[in-house]
C-alpha cells in the first residue's frame, strides 16, 4: 500500500544524534571528566586523529561503483568498512583505532540497514545500540532507506585506565550531517534531521575479551 507524501515522524537518522545528545553521563566512578579528556587529546598522536576512522575504509576498488543514497532511492554497492590491525591490540592506540572503526559500522548500517557488524562487537547492555538496531529496521522495512545522516569524528582520546567493571573509555568528539527518511513515490517521514551545528561531547566504555574489543556503553557526556 502506497503511503501519504509525508508520513508519521520516524527515528531514522535523527534516532542516533537525539538519543546522543539526550543520554546521560556514564554512571561508572573510573570516568574521565571533560578536562581530563582534553588533556589526553589536546597533542593527540597520529593515531588519535581522524586516521583510524580512515584506515577502516576499505582500499580495495568494489567489483561495482558505490552510489550514496538520493531522493530516488538508497545507497548501493556500499562497501564493508574493514577493522584495521592496529583496532585488534588492547592498547590506548587500539582502543582509538576501534573506537573509529565502530562509528564507521554505524555509518555504513544507516547506508544499508544491516546492523549485523555493529551487533558483533556491542554487547546487549549497550541501550544505545538496541536503539540504533530499531532505527535501522524501522527506516528500511518494505522498500525505504535513510538519506544522509553520516556521523564524523573531529577528535578522540583516552586515558586507558580501567574502570571498577574492567572497562576502558574513550572520550570522542562527533558530528551528524543532515538525513532524512525516505520511501517510494516521494514518500517522506517527518522534516528529517537538520544535522549537528555543533561537535557532540561522547563516552564509550569497551572491554577487550580474548583477542578483541566489544562496546558496552556509549553515551552523551
Not at 47 to 74: D, H, I, L, N, V
Not at 122 to 127: A, D, N, V, Y
Not at 191 to 206: K, L
Request: net charge negative; charged share 20%; aromatic share 8%.
Amino acid at each position: 500500500m502506497i503511503r501519504s507524501a509525508i508520513a508519521p515522524l520516524r527515528l531514522g537518522t535523527l534516532g542516533l544524534a537525539a538519543i546522543l545528545l539526550l543520554g546521560g553521563c556514564s554512571g561508572s566512578s573510573g570516568e574521565p571528566n571533560a578536562e581530563a579528556a582534553e588533556n589526553s587529546s589536546s597533542s593527540p598522536s597520529s593515531s588519535e586523529s581522524t586516521s583510524p576512522m580512515e584506515s577502516a575504509t576499505p582500499s580495495a576498488t568494489p567489483a561495482a561503483s558505490y552510489k550514496p543514497a538520493t531522493a530516488e532511492g538508497p545507497a548501493e554497492n556500499v562497501p564493508l568498512p574493514v577493522m584495521p590491525e592496529l583496532a585488534k591490540r588492547e592498547s590506548k592506540e587500539g582502543l582509538i583505532a576501534f573506537g573509529h572503526y565502530w562509528f564507521s559500522l554505524l555509518n555504513y548500517g544507516y547506508e544499508t540497514g544491516d546492523a549485523s557488524p555493529v551487533k558483533g562487537l556491542s554487547t546487549s547492555e549497550c541501550q544505545l545500540c538496541e536503539l540504533y538496531y530499531v532505527d535501522l529496521e524501522e527506516g528500511y522495512e518494505n522498500d525505504d532507506w535513510i538519506q544522509g545522516g553520516k556521523i564524523s569524528i573531529s577528535s578522540s582520546g583516552s586515558q586507558f585506565e580501567k574502570t571498577p567493571e574492567g572497562r576502558y573509555q574513550l572520550l570522542l568528539s562527533i558530528r551528524q550531517e543532515a538525513g532524512v527518511n525516505r520511501g517510494p513515490n516521494g514518500v517522506i517521514y517527518g522534516a528529517g534531521s537538520a544535522g549537528d551545528e555543533q561537535a557532540t561531547a561522547q563516552i564509550m566504555e569497551a572491554t577487550y575479551i580474548s583477542d578483541h574489543w566489544v562496546v558496552n556503553l556509549v553515551e552523551n557526556m
